[in-house]
């Protein structure tokens, strides 16, 4: 019960910190004058993936005394987390809206920016894939693997700021929803109190994952499951929760471009610069829960890149991405 209430604060902290740092992310891009699609893919993306990227890089560098525990929840969360977004977020996005749109209702992203980060995901992904075969003593192909993936998140930027200035003439610039969190303080909004208010989340993000990193520490033996697989499954459920909630807020409200833009700039992001970590500094093998993970992750991905080439995505469409995802809790837990 202490175990539980622990995880419980933590989570709470980490969840109370993505609010403040994507709150001051909002504004940011309002007054930079960048499009949605910058905001969601980028900044929102990063920022809500902090948890579920900070959990594994404290697991890996400064995680407990047992190094083979560090590396299992280190693996878990690297390639939980696009699992968890390519398949559970975008299937409850689509419950978020399925009695107003109905079964058939339609799905309005941005087509080039949504076409843009599945093309880059599905790339980098594969990479990673192929480096789970690569033996850890190939430290030179692995490095060569890893380089190539950081480098295709650097280039998916590149292009994606490229694109802003015509999508906000086109009317898809950023606004932010609500006012920042400091200037209900009486402080004024400017970009000095912008950028100590990421700061304050940061830091409250990395506290708040340190202690859920110890906690997992414990919790695993006691349910009698691998670090492995809790990293795999419940550290993302609950790591996720930012870009779950801002997805369903914003999908809500009809915004549709910020919804998946939220989930699928996360998945770019995460499925290239935490892989690359991973390929290079963990054992990065194919086990039975790895490699039906990242498979589902690669079907899921592409499920969605192709009802997008087909024209037209719909409420149901997302139904089978939640399908997937049950799909690997049988292949794992079995």
């Given at each position: 019960m202490q175990l539980a209430l622990e995880l419980l604060m933590y989570l709470v902290v980490i969840l109370i910190a993505a609010e403040i740092f994507v709150n001051a992310l909002e504004h940011l891009g309002e007054k930079l004058g960048i499009s949605e699609g910058v905001t969601g893919s980028i900044f929102a993306a990063v920022g809500t993936a902090?948890?579920?990227?900070?959990?594994?890089?404290?697991?890996?560098?400064?995680?407990?005394?047992?190094?083979?525990?560090?590396?299992?929840?280190?693996?878990?969360?690297i390639l939980g987390a696009p699992l968890m977004l390519s398949t559970l977020s975008l299937c409850l996005m689509a419950l978020a809206v399925w009695k107003k749109r109905g079964t058939q209702g339609h799905l309005s992203p941005e087509r080039s920016g949504l076409t843009r980060d599945l093309d880059f995901f599905l790339?980098?992904?594969?990479?990673?894939?192929?480096?789970?075969?690569?033996?850890?003593?190939?430290?030179?192909?692995?490095?060569?693997?890893?380089?190539?993936?950081?480098?295709?998140?650097?280039?998916?930027?590149?292009?994606?700021?490229?694109?802003?200035?015509?999508?906000?003439?086109?009317g898809h610039a950023t606004e932010a929803g609500d006012p920042m969190f400091l200037s209900r303080l009486g402080i004024p909004t400017n970009l000095a109190t912008i950028l100590i208010q990421l700061s304050v989340g940061l830091v409250l993000l990395v506290l708040g994952a340190k202690g859920f990193i110890h906690g997992i520490e414990h919790?695993?033996?006691?349910?009698?499951?691998?670090?492995?697989?809790?990293?795999?499954?419940?550290?993302?459920?609950?790591?996720?929760?930012?870009?779950?909630?801002?997805?369903?807020?914003?999908?809500?409200?009809?915004?549709?471009?910020?919804?998946?833009?939220?989930?699928?700039?996360?998945?770019?992001?995460?499925?290239?610069?935490?892989?690359?970590?991973?390929?290079?500094?963990?054992?990065?093998a194919p086990q039975?829960?790895?490699?039906?993970?990242?498979?589902?992750?690669?079907?899921?991905?592409?499920?969605?890149?192709?009802?997008l080439l087909r024209g037209q995505l719909r409420v149901w469409h997302l139904a089978v991405n939640g399908a997937l995802y049950v799909t690997y809790l049988s292949i794992a837990l079995s």
């Open positions: 902090m948890p579920e990227t900070i959990v594994p890089l404290l697991a890996i560098f400064a995680g407990t005394q047992n190094q083979q525990l560090n590396e299992e929840i280190g693996v878990g969360a790339v980098a992904f594969a990479i990673a894939t192929v480096a789970l075969f690569v033996p850890h003593e190939t430290a030179g192909l692995r490095a060569i693997l890893a380089f190539g993936m950081v480098t295709i998140y650097f280039f998916y930027v590149m292009l994606t700021l490229k694109a802003s200035a015509a999508l906000v003439k086109d919790a695993a033996p006691m349910l009698g499951i691998s670090a492995l697989m809790l990293s795999l499954i419940i550290v993302p459920v609950a790591t996720e929760l930012p870009e779950k909630v801002n997805s369903i807020l914003w999908i809500r409200r009809h915004k549709d471009t910020l919804a998946f833009g939220n989930i699928t700039g996360a998945m770019v992001f995460q499925g290239t610069m935490l892989p690359a970590i991973g390929v290079l500094l963990t054992p990065w039975k829960e790895v490699l039906a993970g990242v498979i589902i992750t690669l079907i899921a991905a592409a499920w969605l890149r192709l009802m």
